[in-house]
């Protein structure tokens, strides 16, 4: 009934090399899942959805976590809250996955009602000595972060988030999500262990030679070169950028936007990292034409040139906001060689299908960047499965970010297995 | 190799708090699911068929049973026996799951052929040290309870099931299965765990909220409810019920049928219960409209409301006989998370669909309500796999039926684990 | 992270009954599919392919063996050589499985580039400690055999493949492998453990109950028989078949085709057996009239008769080599209840498919022959799966083979397990 071996998985630990992928165990054991879920996904926090999904009281949304499941529900005193998906009864799930509109959170099975607040209300034919009190849903822990949703399953969840959320809410509040809506969510169930997505996005090494619709917006020089390898008109192009992403710097804080890099990736529980990336082309949005894919700005910005500010948290999720509309990205572990990207795209609450936006345009770009990623994951995924793989050594030059990951993921396993 | 801890299984049963659900582990182990077949489902009698299956003889029927599968067929002297369905020699599979109509049970391999007593009669260029006599199909222990086929897969059965004859025998012959024949068979998987199956099926709390259909025949209040919680009119409902109940005991006793209660569920290896009750308008049938749905009545019963005779046993089935047909269930766990619920009706022999019953109206209730308890067994299996998971407490009232099954099976798993 | 108990597994050998079938666990345990992953099939030689679907240089073919994969690949020097299918650096898969032309071998994530000698020629952004030597493509032990080609896993391959090599070239010369082509593939996936596969083809038992087309062109006592069951015209069919086998073996010996049987199934690491058997009819081929099926003849071969050489090859193969074509079969086992039967029909290069041979006509036999074993190969895993099965004896007369291929299997593990 022990669902790993802990001394097992200390060893493992203890002997990685350092700047190299991991062991095929990390990717490929059940032990191991189970101990990443103990570990990272059960004890730090998620990104799971947007606050503008329940926008009014009586709106929910459940989201499955692996065995797990989170109601995210906006009470009749407009806060928003979250609960464990599970009756206290004998177990039932109160809501399937997806958007539900509830006076209460009534069980399905025999009717047990809660409050938007959890309480349980009602419990038909318990008798006498039935105390209610005792009985109300399992709160989960949640954060707003400028509209972005995070939940913990943890009952002692990592307080750093406060931090987060204070350094993190004036880079994000000029696109004043809480004025967007959902305009297209894609489900991708990659086939590869959480860790192979996310060392995945934490790079652009892969970039030039699989993503053609998404180097266009983005420069391929970006995340990483090795100067003396450039060939003179290469070099050219990364001064060029690294010159346009001073100056828009500089512009873009000037007018109340702030973009300059903040990395706290492996020094902290709640990992995070953040910029404000200048674009190429006309420098709007990632499109394939780099033009705004929505003719209604977000929130205070008037600039439409605004880059793309990428945010990334750690253990699950990254997001590109724009001018014109912004992505955000949450993984969520099926299992050890399974894992579910959700993307979401929003734009103004206000912006029309087919007026303001053509739903295609606004797609396309990160559709097929996700579709290139997923094949990546899965030959990787087989790869590293094969009794014949021997981690390989990451490039100093474009796969640092990679290493703190892996720094970040080791230590917070380390620091759960004591 | 082996497949289950039998102390960490030991110390899961010695910590269940009484009258609440189980602990997740009980639904969602492989383990316990491992040791649930050792301890339940190999070692004590299982419904598996009707005897009108097998009229004649050389008419045989193979059930599988989890890992097992069980060939029963009447032989020439007109007896039903049991065999295990493994060949002596390399081990294939003599009958694929179904009827068939056999000569002798001859293996598809290698042409070995055993006599519909389980004698091996013939096996071709096996040399002369050959001993023919050792090798016959492996015999399975099976009883008929007034045309109800029981198999046990244990060597050492429990012996009480000649009790459960003796007792059950006066309730069923009336409706005497012999002379029936199925209509219908439909095999439904459930996504849950075989004991949520049956706790599903020992209360009738979730019948208002859940069952429209079934809940025209039976009575809301036929399995408790908390009396002070009752509105004046419920109560004047449960009272109606209450004498309707009493008075049709007395009729139908006196007319032969036998209908009190008898219920051992949780003081023997085969628990049973059976009680004849009371349907409500005609009184005649689980149909939508009450109604008699097959015009030949069964066996001796002229009294066309001759309500619902219920009969259960554990660990796998349940029944209820009417005057006009009879539906049986069976359920047989595939793995943990994964059940077949394989449900029969049955007409007397000589009824002609079209003109005496009308198949769409013989079986909508069930039809319907299984897909019903198919829903809540899947939602509930998921909620108790969650690790926000607290077993709850069992209404006084209403489950207290469920509470003996538990107390049934824990003592049974108790039993086996020493 | 252990795959598996040495000690119990062990236990298993040593009480296996001689001449019997194998214990349950032995083709249902997911441990001892590890055991026979690491024990068999990544330390013996493995017919994979033929040489003539790399007939170029930048010819390669990639296949899956279980969780490894292997490319083979002729170089520019025109060597056939074999890589593991894993780039040094994250871990890619760097061919789908399948056939491919290629200039160098570039791994689809970061474009690592290796020539088709395994050497690791560019690496983009490794910075200047990079040391490029030592992260080749790691080599795969791969001898041709006539042009059928065998790969080994481990390090250390099995040498008595020379000696195999020696013996088999001149049985397989004259049908010249080398210039012939792939006319067909047929991947066929068994419900049933790989042992359950090799145990099937190692008899002809059942031929006669279940394959009504191979015993078209195949003896049914070519394979053993129990001489005192068999009727007066039996015998005399047994006896014609000996003297045909005597007669054609002079025939084709002096006529350089080497014939006799030579049998090393269970004396070293590298079992294997060939024999060139006559054929029934005209002798020609294994087909529904017995006729030839390609027009265009093998090799040197004239004797349109030329029967059909059987060559076994242990763990995972067996082919027929007749006068107009070859058929290969490899086994590739996918986990405990899985495995792929992959074969292949060859004919001369020549050969026009629609003018020299019909696709049907050429494959008729062995697709349907294999659909029946499939099959009983179902059947028998269902059968020794359940906890009712009891290993039986093989018949002396038709099973000698089977126990020699099973002492063979027994041999190897306990070697490996120490
Ligand atoms: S399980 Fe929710 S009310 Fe019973
Ligand atoms: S397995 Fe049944 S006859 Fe061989
Ligand atoms: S994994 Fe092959 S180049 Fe990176
Ligand atoms: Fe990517
Ligand atoms: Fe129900
Ligand atoms: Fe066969």
Chains 1, 2, 3 share one sequence.
């Not at 350092?18 to 101990?35: C, D, G, K």
């Not at 420069?219 to 390898?229: I, S, T």
């Not at 705004?292 to 999720?317: E, I, S, Y």
């Not at 990207?341 to 029309?352: C, E, G």
């Amino acid at each position: 009934m022990t669902n790993y071996d802990i001394a097992a998985i200390r060893d493992l630990v203890a002997r990685r090399r350092p700047r190299h992928a991991l062991e095929s165990a990390f990717y490929t054991s059940p032990e191991i899942f189970a101990a990443d879920m103990d570990a990272i996904f059960n004890r730090h926090w998620l990104y799971v959805a947007v606050e503008c999904e329940v926008p009014e009281p009586g709106d929910a949304l459940a989201v499955d976590i692996g065995k797990s499941s989170v109601i995210i529900v906006r009470g009749d005193d407009a806060q928003v809250r979250a609960f464990h998906n599970v009756c206290r009864h004998r177990g039932a799930r109160l809501l399937p996955p997806g958007p539900a509109l509830v006076g209460n959170l009534v069980c399905p099975y025999h009717a047990w009602t809660y409050g938007l607040d959890g309480a349980l209300k009602f419990a038909e034919h318990m008798g006498d000595g039935f105390d209610r009190a005792c009985l109300g849903l399992r709160p989960v822990a949640l954060r707003s972060m400028a509209g972005l949703l995070f939940v913990c399953l943890s009952d002692d969840p990592p307080d750093d988030i406060d931090d987060v959320v204070r350094q993190m809410e004036p880079y994000l509040a000029p696109h004043d999500l809480k004025n967007t809506r959902v305009a297209h969510t894609a489900d991708l169930i990659e086939y590869g262990n959480w860790k192979l997505v996310l060392e995945n996005n934490r790079e652009c090494y892969h970039c030039m030679p699989n993503h053609p619709e998404l180097t266009i917006p983005l420069f391929a020089y970006g995340f990483g070169f090795a100067p003396e390898e450039l060939s003179a008109e290469d070099l050219a192009q990364a001064e060029r950028y690294e010159t346009l992403r001073r100056t828009s710097h500089d512009r873009w804080e000037a007018a109340g936007l702030p973009s300059r890099l903040i990395e706290h990736l492996d020094d902290r529980p709640t990992g995070f990292r953040t910029e404000r990336l200048p674009l190429d082309g006309s420098g709007e949005s990632q499109t394939m034409d780099t033009m705004a894919a929505c003719r209604v700005p977000l929130g205070t910005l008037r600039d439409k040139a605004a880059g793309g500010l990428h945010f990334w948290t750690q253990p699950n999720a990254w997001h590109h906001f724009m001018g014109d509309h912004v992505v955000t990205f949450s993984v969520i572990p099926l299992d050890e060689g399974r894992t579910l990207v959700r993307t979401k795209w929003l734009v103004h609450k206000d912006a029309v299908e087919g007026r303001d936006y053509d739903l295609e345009n606004l797609t396309s770009v990160w559709n097929a960047t996700n579709r290139q990623d997923a094949d990546l994951v899965e030959m990787t995924q087989r790869g590293v499965a094969d009794p014949a793989y021997v981690p390989g050594p990451y490039s100093p030059h474009t796969e640092g970010l990679v290493e703190k990951f892996m720094e970040w993921y080791l230590a917070r396993l380390k620091a759960h297995l004591g």
